[in-house]
C-alpha cells in the first residue's frame, strides 16, 4: 500500500463489551478509518467523530445472509480489511475466510484448532498436561458428583468449561470444605452433565499479553493485578506492567505449542508452595487491560492492522507503570477526592483522556443512564 493510502477497517461485532477498550486504541493510529457494525440501532459510538461509518443489523440474519451483508458493506465502503474483536466472530470469519470478496484482508487469525483447544478448560488441561506445560491439577466428573471419587484437595474451583459459559471469571466457585462441596452438588445441574473441578493455587495473578505468528510471540507485555475487580475472579481494575522472563518462558512455550496466529491474553498464577508460574487460560480475543499496553507504548490492535499489510513486528521494549480502568479510576477518586486535582496522574494512567477526545458517545452514555435511573 502507498504511504498515502488511507486504511479502512471494518469491525463486524462492535456491540462487544471490549469494543470500546479497542476502539480507543485503534483511534490514536494516522490514517485510518474506522467503519462499525453492530446489532444495537442505538449504539452511542455511532455518534463518535472517529467513527466514519455506522451500519446496523438485524439479529435475526442468519450466516449467509450476513455475510451477503458484510461483502456488500465492503465492497460499498471500500473496506481494507475486516478487524472481529470476539470468538464468535473469529469463528465465523474463519469459517467464511474464502467466500469474502478479494479485495478484503484478513488480520493474523489463530487456527479454528487452536480457538477450540483455547475454548474449552477440559481440553486446554488436557493439552498443558500432554506438553507438559504447568498448570492447575483438575478432574473431570459426570453428574451425579460423589465425594468419594474426588481426588484434589481443599479448595478447590468448580468451572463452566466452554467459552460461552464463562468469560471474566464468571460462574467460577470456590468451594474450602468437604460439606461445602456436599451442598453445592444438587445446584449443579441435571445428571450426565460434565463438571470442571481445577486445584484453588495460593499465590497471586500475572497475565501476559501476545501478539503472535504461527507460535512465535511477535510482542508481548506483562501485568499483575494490584486493584481487584467486582469479584477475585473477575479482570483487576488496576494493574502494573512489569517484566517477568519466568512468565514469558512459560508463555513462549504455551503460544508454540498451540501454533498461535493473532492475539490472546494468557492468565497466569504465581504457585507459592511450587514457587512457579502455572498457565491457568487462554482468551483467544483482545482483553480488559489492552489500554494498560498502549500507555506503556504497546499498541496492540495498531500492530494487528500494520501485520496484515506487511509491517514487520519487532518484540519493543515498554515502560514499567500502573494503570487503573474506569471502575479502577472511580475507587481511587472514592478512595482520595484529592486525586481529582491530580489531572497529570488521571490523564496518563486511567482512560480519562479518551472521554476528553471524544466526548459525545460519553454524553449518550451518562444521558441514557440517568434518564433510565429517573424514569426506567
Not at 38 to 46: E, G, L, R, V
Not at 235 to 247: A, F, K, Q, R, T
Not at 331 to 342: D, E, H, S, V, Y
Not at 355 to 375: E, H, Q, S
Request: charge should be neutral; glycine fraction near 8%; hydrophobic fraction near 40%.
Amino acid at each position: 500500500m502507498s504511504k498515502t493510502k488511507r486504511i479502512s477497517i471494518l469491525i463486524p461485532d462492535a456491540e462487544e463489551g471490549l469494543f470500546v477498550h479497542v476502539f480507543n486504541c485503534l483511534i490514536t493510529m494516522d490514517g485510518l478509518d474506522i467503519h462499525i457494525v453492530s446489532k444495537n440501532k442505538t449504539h452511542p459510538f455511532q455518534y463518535s467523530k472517529y467513527v466514519k461509518s455506522f451500519t446496523s443489523f438485524s439479529s435475526e440474519l442468519g450466516n449467509e445472509a450476513f455475510l451477503a451483508f458484510i461483502n456488500n458493506l465492503c465492497h460499498s465502503k471500500g473496506i481494507d480489511l475486516l478487524f472481529p474483536i470476539m470468538p464468535p466472530m473469529i469463528d465465523f470469519i474463519l469459517e467464511y475466510s474464502h467466500r469474502f470478496i478479494e479485495t478484503v484482508g484478513l488480520p493474523l487469525l489463530p487456527q479454528k484448532w487452536s480457538l477450540e483447544v483455547v475454548n474449552d478448560k477440559i481440553v486446554f488441561s488436557e493439552h498443558l498436561q500432554s506438553k507438559n506445560i504447568p498448570g492447575p491439577a483438575f478432574q473431570t466428573f459426570k453428574l451425579p458428583l460423589s465425594q468419594d471419587n474426588l481426588k484434589l484437595s481443599f479448595p478447590i474451583l468448580i468451572k463452566p468449561h466452554q467459552g460461552k459459559e464463562s468469560g471474566s471469571g464468571q460462574g467460577i466457585m470456590l468451594i474450602y470444605d468437604i460439606e461445602e462441596f456436599n451442598d453445592l452438588i444438587p445446584s449443579l445441574g441435571e445428571d450426565g452433565k460434565t463438571v470442571f473441578i481445577q486445584e484453588y493455587i495460593k499465590g497471586f495473578d500475572i497475565d501476559c499479553s501476545v501478539l503472535c505468528k504461527e507460535g512465535e510471540i511477535l510482542q508481548h507485555t506483562i501485568q499483575r493485578g494490584v486493584l481487584p475487580g467486582k469479584t477475585s475472579f473477575s479482570p483487576h481494575d488496576g494493574v502494573i506492567l512489569e517484566h517477568n522472563e519466568g512468565v514469558l518462558e512459560v508463555t513462549k512455550a504455551l503460544m508454540k505449542s498451540l501454533n498461535w496466529t493473532g492475539v490472546a491474553h494468557v492468565d497466569l498464577r504465581f504457585d507459592e508452595k511450587q514457587l512457579g508460574y502455572k498457565v491457568i487460560e487462554v482468551n483467544g480475543r483482545f482483553w480488559q487491560s489492552i489500554l494498560a499496553s498502549l500507555y506503556v507504548g504497546v499498541n496492540f490492535p495498531q500492530l494487528l492492522v500494520l501485520s496484515a499489510f506487511g509491517k514487520k513486528i519487532k518484540n519493543a521494549e515498554y515502560d514499567t507503570k500502573t494503570f487503573y480502568n474506569r471502575s479502577g479510576a472511580l475507587k481511587l477518586i472514592r478512595r482520595n477526592p484529592g486525586i481529582l486535582f491530580n489531572l497529570r496522574k488521571l490523564w496518563s494512567s486511567t482512560p480519562l483522556k479518551f472521554v476528553f477526545y471524544d466526548p459525545i458517545p460519553w454524553i449518550v452514555v451518562a444521558k441514557r443512564t440517568i434518564y433510565g435511573r429517573l424514569f426506567g
